[in-house]
């Protein structure tokens, strides 16, 4: 399953690049263009613009009108109409920034690229191939299980 998300919806998409979804994203689309390519590349068209949903919707196509005010609800919401899994495994994340597959790399490779402490104390690093962005379970990441632990919580009541 592939999405396209609309400009309004940056943090989703990371947040769904980050559970290993392949999500296109940018500001620049204007409404035809999301349609267009949406069909073009058989994508899921996620918006919260519903006159656009129904515009998909009128063509036949797949979207989804995100409505939560937060982003666990937001998560939540897409999660349960999608069936995906509300957990991240990095070996399966796309890169939030670019949406490229991320590489498990050995932390050997990274030595320079990464401020030392992180070095001395983190063990599992990815790097995305495109970007160059590098990415481990540091001190936000308790902050990244409790949005997902409330988007879990949340789905129930869905
Ligand atoms: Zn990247």
Same mark, same amino acid.
């Given at each position: 399953?592939? !999405? #396209?998300?609309?400009?309004?919806?940056?943090?989703?998409? $990371?947040?769904?690049?980050?559970?290993?979804?392949?999500?296109?994203? @940018?500001?620049?689309? *204007?409404? @035809?263009?999301?349609?267009?390519?949406? %069909?073009?590349?058989? $994508?899921?068209?996620?918006?919260?613009? !519903?006159?656009? /949903?129904? $515009?998909?919707?009128?063509?036949?196509?797949?979207? /989804? /009108?995100?409505?939560? %005010?937060?982003?666990?609800? $937001?998560?939540?919401?897409?999660? %349960?109409? /999608? *069936?995906?899994?509300?957990?991240?495994?990095?070996?399966? @994340?796309?890169?939030?920034?670019?949406?490229?597959?991320?590489?498990? &790399?050995?932390?050997?490779?990274?030595?320079?690229?990464?401020?030392?402490?992180?070095? &001395?104390?983190?063990?599992?690093?990815?790097?995305?191939? *495109?970007?160059?962005?590098?990415?481990?379970?540091?001190?936000?990441?308790?902050?990244? &299980? *409790?949005? #997902?632990?409330?988007?879990?919580?949340?789905?129930?009541?869905?």
């Amino acid at each position: 399953m592939k !999405f #396209l998300a609309d400009g309004m919806l940056g943090k989703l998409t $990371r947040w769904l690049r980050m559970l290993g979804q392949d999500v296109i994203y @940018s500001v620049q689309f *204007n409404d @035809s263009e999301l349609l267009e390519l949406a %069909k073009k590349e058989d $994508r899921v068209l996620l918006t919260k613009d !519903f006159e656009l /949903y129904k $515009r998909a919707i009128g063509r036949g196509m797949d979207a /989804y /009108y995100v409505e939560g %005010k937060t982003e666990p609800e $937001r998560l939540a919401e897409v999660a %349960k109409r /999608y *069936n995906l899994q509300l957990t991240i495994d990095m070996d399966k @994340s796309h890169c939030p920034i670019c949406n490229t597959k991320l590489n498990p &790399t050995p932390k050997e490779q990274l030595q320079g690229e990464l401020e030392k402490n992180t070095f &001395t104390y983190y063990d599992k690093f990815w790097k995305c191939p *495109n970007c160059g962005q590098i990415y481990w379970q540091g001190a936000h990441w308790k902050q990244i &299980t *409790n949005t #997902l632990t409330q988007a879990q919580q949340k789905r129930l009541c869905l």
